[in-house]
């Protein structure tokens, strides 16, 4: 079939491939509608590496998705052909000790689209677990749908954080990732979020939302407005989604006596971490690591319209311009949070 493969760092192509079609008894096949772009995929196009995670063979992008099914393995029960799904990209060894704990996102044995040398899903059809296939309701989406997975990402920080309704939150970051994360806050029972970045387009994307406040740190100090905003008590939670070294100064500042920081961007050099800071507010600290038994329900979100991800789709590619696209996200335009591409017409 053809797909968008990245080739080596920095070389991309559209060309056919041989991609394992196979269908298993607990399977689905998957024509592929609507892919969405993730700062992973443009890393490794970029980088040509994530951490321990290199390319060191041609490799299909793409695992933010949404399509329709077209088969069905004979043991699978609750999905039909015909049916709209996302797909969670991630697939477990189910039997593993992770697995077991439930959390199975850190199972050193997973299987994740795009991820070397897993390939991903920027191609006419895929064979995916039904397990891990859910059904779209008919309000959502095809973009919808292939944003469920980095929304996923902010649910599981939202999760990790333990909101109480009512908590003041900071997220530190304003890129995709970062909005999401405020998005879920929100949704978790948050009543105020500050949203902090350099990017004057990007805050006023994430300001439009109802209980978000900009925060523009290029103009103002992020630590004053929050000591202003909490009568100097500091935020319930902080949410670190940069992934940038430099975000780590200051950040158990923002933080109330006894609050959260969680920790959701990868910095890509090492961050001085203030373990005095930390310890004299006795902060608790959690980690995130894309997301387990949640994706369900940041689908639920959104389809209940409590959510709204739509106006973060900047633009959509047709399948042919894929490799345009990809250079228009390494480019970084302020202006640009989720770029999408669509698939060409396929039969089944």
């Known amino acids: 079939m053809e797909a968008l493969v990245l080739e080596q760092k920095g070389v991309l192509s559209l060309r056919d491939i041989d991609l394992l079609l196979e269908l298993g008894v607990d399977d689905v096949k998957i024509r592929i509608h609507t ?23 041609p490799m299909v992008l793409g695992h933010e998705a949404a399509g329709t099914i077209v088969e069905v393995g004979g ?23 992770a697995s077991k704990l439930g959390i199975y996102n850190v199972d050193p044995d997973v299987r994740f689209w795009a991820t070397p040398p897993i390939h991903g899903v920027l191609t006419p059809y895929v064979v995916h677990p039904a397990a891990f296939t859910y059904k779209l309701p008919d309000n959502v989406s095809f973009a919808e749908g292939a944003m469920v997975e980095p929304f996923a990402i902010g649910m599981q920080a939202a999760a990790r954080a333990r909101i109480t309704p009512g908590d003041v939150a900071v997220v530190v970051g304003c890129g995709p990732i970062g909005i999401m994360v405020a998005l879920a806050a929100l949704a978790g029972g948050c009543a105020c979020v500050y949203v902090s970045d350099f990017s004057a387009e990007k805050l006023a994307i994430a300001g439009s939302y109802p209980g978000v406040v900009p925060v523009n740190i290029g103009e103002q100090n992020l630590n004053d407005i929050v000591q202003k905003g909490t009568d100097g008590w500091g935020a319930d939670i902080v949410f670190e989604a940069s992934g940038s070294a430099k975000a780590y100064s200051g950040l158990f500042d923002l933080v109330r006596p006894g609050g959260a920081v969680v920790l959701v961007g990868l910095p890509v050099e090492p961050a001085v971490f203030d373990v005095s800071g930390a310890i004299a507010r006795e902060v608790r600290i959690e980690t995130v690591f894309r997301y387990a038994n949640i994706f369900d329900r940041a689908l639920q979100l959104i389809a209940s319209g409590k959510v709204d991800l739509k106006p973060l789709v900047t633009e959509t590619f047709d399948f042919a311009d894929s490799i345009s696209a990809f250079e228009r996200a390494a480019s970084a335009r302020p202006t640009d949070v989720k770029l999408h591409i669509r698939m060409k017409a396929q039969g089944n």
Request: glycine share 16%; proline share 9%.
């Open 35 to 57: 892919v969405g772009i993730c700062g992973s995929d443009v890393h490794y196009y970029t980088h040509g590496a994530i951490g321990p995670f290199v390319l060191r063979e």
């Open 75 to 97: 043991n699978v029960q609750g999905l039909a052909p015909g049916d709209r799904v996302c797909m969670e990209p991630g697939i477990p060894n189910l039997s593993s000790r």
